[in-house]
């Protein structure tokens, strides 16, 4: 019920914003799992929906007081609640964004691996799509000193459901499994400097 009443409110929102001729580019960031859906959870007791929410409320926070509010930012979940991925995806339908970014968090059961991942569809995209996914790679790479595992392809609904509707990016943020990286992840200080990185990441591609 609450899902369909927000879909329904930002419905009338893309109406208003269509009227009164919105001129900012639209990114929609996509905390991934929430309320029940813990996701991974880290040897250190970190929990992915958590980290996801704290990084999206970042990037948020430094497009307001860095970049003016240069970017109308949505998130597809605000709190810990329990998104369906088919009403993640129907938010882009609905606002027509630049951009689309789902956050996670990695888990393997081998406990050395480690790095950044960047997914797009794995099926057939315009080129615009992976040249979004190598530019924000590397550039997470430059400035977090992150070790790459590389662009891959992946059939996750996300990035599926948007195939048609804009660029969308899924970024798996580390590793929780691995000692380092969650002791890494977990500091307050470098959530904010990765939900930083990838705001100027997103920056990058826009310009």
Do not use: W
Request: hydrophobic residues 40%; charged residues 25%.
């Amino acid at each position: 019920m609450e899902q369909t009443k927000a879909i329904f409110l930002l419905c009338l929102f893309s109406v208003f914003i269509t009227v009164y001729g919105q001129k900012k580019q639209i990114i929609i960031v996509d905390p991934g799992h929430g309320g029940t859906d813990n996701g991974a959870v880290g040897i250190n007791g970190l929990r992915e929906k958590d980290l996801t929410l704290k990084i999206a409320q970042a990037i948020v926070h430094y497009n307001r007081i860095l970049l003016d509010k240069r970017y109308d930012i949505y998130l597809t979940r605000y709190g810990d609640t329990l998104i369906s991925l088919g009403h993640r995806t129907k938010l882009a339908k609905i606002l027509d964004p630049k951009i689309f970014v789902s956050l996670h968090c990695n888990h393997a059961n081998n406990p050395k691996a480690s790095g950044l991942e960047v997914y797009v569809f794995n099926g057939s995209i315009p080129k615009q799509s992976l040249t979004m996914a190598k530019v924000m790679d590397g550039y997470l790479q430059e400035q977090l000193g992150y070790r790459s595992r590389g662009v891959k392809r992946a059939n996750f609904q996300v990035l599926r459901d948007n195939r048609e509707v804009c660029p969308a990016l899924l970024l798996e943020l580390g590793f929780l499994s691995n000692t380092d990286e969650a002791v890494h992840l977990e500091e307050k200080g470098k959530i904010k400097a990765l939900g930083l990185a990838i705001l100027m990441g997103i920056k990058t591609i826009m310009e």
